[in-house]
């Protein structure tokens, strides 16, 4: 029925009284330097907790993969926590948290003991610069005319420090009916009533990307404006009825993404305005060409160049993303293939992957021509 996510807050105002731009803020270092500029008196650039909550839990997590460490060896048996790559993210948050370092200016009082409201309270109280959580804390601030409202910027996740990068999906919601039910009938109605976009663009307004919609159909006009910070939606499934309805209802400023490889041409060709690719990791180049010729609306050299990939495409469906993927990257020696609980490639699927990456140097060679 829903769809939501992780946001990423920045304090525009502040960033900009500093001369910073947000778009060269792509790591967790870029960010940690540009949260000490903005503290002032009474200002607190930081509000990202190392405590033992939830949101603490997943900083540390997100950090120590941007860093490329791990809490195990390759094999994902085997605990390993003082890997190079791990000692330095920890190296980072003992900087970052010393309160006699360079950093303790950004550090808002009591930040080592928040709980999961800690950084919500700081960040609607006008008292921090940047922190994440769930878009509750910005839709609360659009409903109740909170001043740090108009000043938010929605940033990316933070890239991996060697450039990767750390882009999540979403999480999805949903009503549940049980079977036997005393009251199945009038569940099934409320579920449809809510799903009614007289209905549900109210919620999804006033939620401002809390409650996105897991339907083509109840995107509308309306709510694609309601929001300043929504700019793009990916189309992930490869039904051209769902992407035709939502290329109709695209304003200026706004971007419609494909989001499946397989039906990539076909929505670029639509007038789809770019591409989330699985493929790409394999074919950066090949799936470029892709692009620009569908971009450019050269039907005939669009769907040949596609067809040219259908191998690709079949291959990366044949097992769970990033399975296939990782398969041909690690066979052009690119990575370590994949830790627990992912499982490698099944062996009936190897050749299959020998032929591809075998292949794949003489495509992105011409490519490039």
């Known amino acids: 029925m829903i769809s939501t996510t992780t946001g990423y807050y920045a304090r525009g105002d ?6 910073i731009d ?56 085997v605990v390993k926590f003082n890997s190079p790559e791990t000692v330095q993210a920890f190296e980072f948050l003992r900087e970052t948290y010393d309160r006699n370092g360079k950093y303790a200016a950004m550090l808002p009082p009591g930040i080592e003991s928040w709980n999961d409201t800690g950084n919500n309270e700081a960040y609607l109280a006008g008292q921090i610069g940047f922190t994440q959580n769930a878009f509750s804390i910005y839709a609360q601030s659009k409903r109740d005319n909170n001043p740090v409202y108009p000043n938010t910027l929605l940033l990316r996740a933070p ?63 309306e709510l694609m404006s309601a929001e300043p910070n929504l700019k793009s939606i990916k189309e992930a499934v490869s039904d051209m009825t769902r992407m035709k309805a939502l ?32 493929g790409s990791n394999v074919l950066p180049g090949a799936f470029r060409t892709l692009c620009d010729l569908a971009r450019a609306g050269n039907h005939a050299a669009a769907e040949a160049w596609d067809a040219r990939l259908q191998p690709y495409h079949d291959f990366f469906t044949l097992e769970s993303n990033p399975v296939p993927v ?44």
């Open 14 to 19: 502040k960033l900009k009284e500093k001369g």
């Open 22 to 77: 947000p778009a060269s803020l792509k790591t967790i270092v870029d960010r940690r330097e540009a949260a000490l500029a903005i503290s002032g008196p009474d200002f607190y650039g930081w509000g990202f907790t190392p405590n033992q909550s939830g949101d603490g839990f997943g900083f540390l997590i997100s950090v120590v993969q941007a860093y490329g460490g791990s809490f195990t060896d390759q094999t994902g048996q």
């Open 159 to 221: 890239t991996a420090i060697n450039g990767d990068s750390r882009d999540g999906g979403n999480v999805g919601g949903w009503m549940t009916v049980f079977k036997g039910a005393p009251n199945a009938a009038l569940a099934k109605k409320l579920a449809l009533d809510l799903l009614d976009p007289t209905n549900f663009n109210k919620i999804a307004s006033l939620g401002s990307v809390l409650f996105t919609p897991a339907y083509a159909n109840l995107w509308t006009d």
């Open 247 to 278: 290329l109709a209802l695209r304003g200026d400023g706004f971007a419609i993404l494909g989001g499946d490889d397989a039906s990539a041409a076909r929505a670029l060709l639509a007038g789809a305005d770019g591409l989330v690719s699985v």
């Open 326 to 369: 990782k398969a041909l990257l690690q066979r052009l020696g690119i990575g370590h293939g994949l830790r627990l609980p992912l499982l490698p490639l099944s062996a009936p699927h190897h050749a299959a992957a020998d032929h591809l990456a075998a292949d794949v140097g003489a495509l992105e060679e011409l490519s490039s021509h």
